[in-house]
């Protein structure tokens, strides 16, 4: 997968359809809430296959760590590594930075992947978008 950082509106509008079609259609997530005020401030990532979109992320920078949000691969294209190759370069980035510790929000259903990567449960499990989560976080 050819994972890149987004400059263009093209980019932009590639992540925000990967981002769509698993969180609002998929996981029926409203769009209201998929797409936010961070959406204007954040770093977006998008991760294609032959020219293809079909892996998206978004990263900021909060309290002192590199947060990683939206993370999300075409459902076609998943169990493939992707997710774990969009995570490194995420956390390429937060290093460049200067940080030194990351953190995310994980849907309950995916933590042992985010265990497999060295992410470690912080909170007590709670809802977002009507789905159970937990906080991890992860130093680098």
Do not use: W
């Not at 990351?102 to 849907?107: D, G, M, T």
């Amino acid at each position: 997968m050819d994972i890149q950082i987004v400059e263009t509106d093209k980019q932009l509008k590639d992540a925000y359809h990967v981002r769509m079609t698993v969180f609002v259609e998929e996981q029926k997530v409203s769009p209201d809430e998929e797409l936010d005020e961070h959406d204007k401030t954040a770093i977006h990532l998008a991760g294609y296959e032959n020219d293809q979109a079909i892996a998206a992320s978004r990263l900021r920078f909060v309290e002192g760590y590199g947060k990683l949000e939206r993370i999300c691969i075409l459902k076609e294209h998943r169990g493939k590594a992707y997710g774990s190759q969009l995570i490194a370069e995420m956390e390429k980035i937060i290093s460049s930075k200067g940080y030194k510790k990351a953190k995310l929000n994980a849907q309950t259903q995916a933590l042992p992947f985010y265990e497999r990567l060295g992410y470690k449960t912080v909170s007590e499990e709670f809802m977002d978008a009507g789905i159970p989560h937990v906080t991890m976080i992860k130093n680098i």
